[in-house]
């Protein structure tokens, strides 16, 4: 079993600290991507932008204020937070299954958070396309032993659903569970997800209001 090294275990939005023994089917895990990238990576990030000029590039931030604003963003969370960094889609997968185990929690919303562009996610060291894909499948199946039936992952890249969805649909088609994220650029650390927002299931991608999410993504609302 993976050890994980959790850099932020959150409150409860009353100010009591979060308890997987009270809470242990209304948890969220969040992890962060951070590496450099693996050539593997970089091959995929050319390959995109070469078939899609417009796909968009990486955003410039404060890596210490994006920190900071993350742990903010944490502290008012209406649910036991726990937050990691993973250097890869493995130890993402790694890290949030073996706090499932560890702590005895079943989380309801999971978050990745790391750098996107139009038809790219990048998780730690990997990015993640629809070329690239199957080649994760099989450690992204594996988070589904943690699950819970009204278990949802949230995207926090940037053009997550630019491309129209069709990438988190094919992720949706994996993981088995719905998937949210936005079109635009997203601010690390931000309060809300900028601009519009949309679910995906295997089968199809739906517009969300986000005034009717009502706590379905972190506390954003």
């Not at 990238?37 to 890596?63: H, I, Q, W, Y």
């Not at 005034?211 to 972190?218: C, K, P």
Request: proline share 4%; hydrophobic share 40%; glycine share 8%.
């Amino acid at each position: 079993m993976a050890t994980i090294e959790v850099i932020y275990t959150g409150s409860c939005e009353d100010g009591h600290q979060a308890s997987s023994a009270t809470h242990p089917d209304d948890a969220l895990i969040w992890t962060f991507g951070t590496a450099d990238k693996s050539s593997d990576a970089l091959a995929e990030l050319s390959r995109v932008t070469e078939t899609t000029p417009d796909a968009g590039a990486d955003t410039e931030f404060d890596p210490l204020r994006a920190a900071e604003r993350l742990r903010e963003r944490l502290a008012t969370a209406p649910m036991p937070t726990h937050y990691f960094e993973g250097t890869s889609v493995a130890a993402m997968v790694d890290g949030i299954v073996a706090l499932s185990q560890t702590r005895g929690i079943r989380p309801r919303k999971i978050v990745f958070e790391d750098h996107g562009i139009l038809g790219l996610l990048f998780m730690g060291q990997d990015a993640v396309t629809t070329h690239t894909l199957p080649s994760f499948q099989r450690d992204l199946a594996r988070l589904s032993e943690c699950f819970v039936s009204t278990t949802e992952i949230y995207l926090l890249h940037c053009f997550a659903f630019a491309d129209e969805g069709v990438l988190a649909r094919e992720l949706s088609a994996v993981l088995g569970c719905p998937i949210y994220g936005g079109v635009w650029a997203q601010a690390i650390g931000n309060q809300a997800y900028e601009g519009p927002v949309r679910r995906a299931t295997a089968d199809e991608v739906v517009c969300v209001d986000k005034l009717s999410l009502s706590d379905a993504v972190l506390h954003f609302d």
